[in-house]
């Protein structure tokens, strides 16, 4: 940017709402790891709950009634919220990702060059423009993962329910036969 028509006053709110729009950002990123790391406990102790049943169904001792469906039933439950929780703890894994402020060394090669400071903030805000657009992709990938992941995990009874009626649906039929 080219910083040569405007005052210094203005110079410095630019750089001021271009660090504090990167602060906003990374509240948001952080915020959004916590939603999904939560979510992804919340998948995985319900996926560890269902294996746990089918574990026991799986007990030769026990006479339940259509074993196999709910064997079945339980399983695909348990395997949607295990690929939910993967999907959520994808979003959390660490990436570069840019923080408001920047190192003072990063400034080095304009005190040597005896710059004037109000000559540097149009390179600064470059900077700051992108590494807003640097973290604005990170946000919105971690954004589809999660939601892939909240699907998958919400998805997971419904689809555990759907596999055991197809399953008993397909047991009495075979039993008709």
Same mark, same amino acid.
């Given at each position: 940017?080219?910083?040569?028509?405007? @005052? +210094?006053?203005?110079?410095?709110? %630019?750089?001021?709402?271009?660090?504090?729009? &990167? +602060?906003?950002?990374?509240?948001? *990123?952080?915020?959004? @790891?916590?939603?999904?790391?939560?979510?992804? /406990?919340?998948? %995985?102790? *319900?996926?560890?709950? &269902? &294996?746990a049943a089918v574990i026991a169904l799986s007990n030769p001792a026990w006479a339940v009634g259509s074993k196999l469906a709910l064997i079945l039933g339980g399983g695909s439950a348990a395997l949607m919220f295990l690929a939910g929780a993967v999907m959520c703890l994808r979003t959390i894994?660490?990436? $570069?990702?840019? &923080?408001? /402020?920047?190192?003072? $060394? =990063?400034?080095?090669? @304009?005190?040597?060059? /005896? =710059?004037?400071?109000? @000559?540097?903030?149009? $390179?600064?805000? +470059?900077?700051?423009?992108s590494q807003i657009v640097a973290n604005r992709t990170v946000i919105e990938a971690n954004a589809l993962k999660f939601k892939w992941g909240a699907v998958f995990g919400i998805a997971a009874p419904f689809v555990g329910l759907l596999v055991w009626a197809l399953a008993s649906a397909c047991r009495l039929s075979a039993a008709w036969l």
């Open positions: 940017m080219d910083f040569s028509k405007i @005052d +210094d006053i203005f110079s410095r709110e %630019i750089i001021r709402g271009g660090e504090a729009y &990167l +602060d906003g950002m990374l509240r948001v *990123a952080t915020s959004a @790891d916590q939603r999904a790391s939560s979510l992804a /406990g919340i998948f %995985i102790a *319900a996926a560890t709950a &269902l &294996l894994m660490p990436v $570069e990702f840019w &923080l408001p /402020g920047c190192e003072p $060394e =990063n400034w080095e090669s @304009d005190v040597v060059a /005896g =710059n004037k400071l109000h @000559d540097c903030f149009g $390179e600064r805000a +470059d900077h700051i423009q």
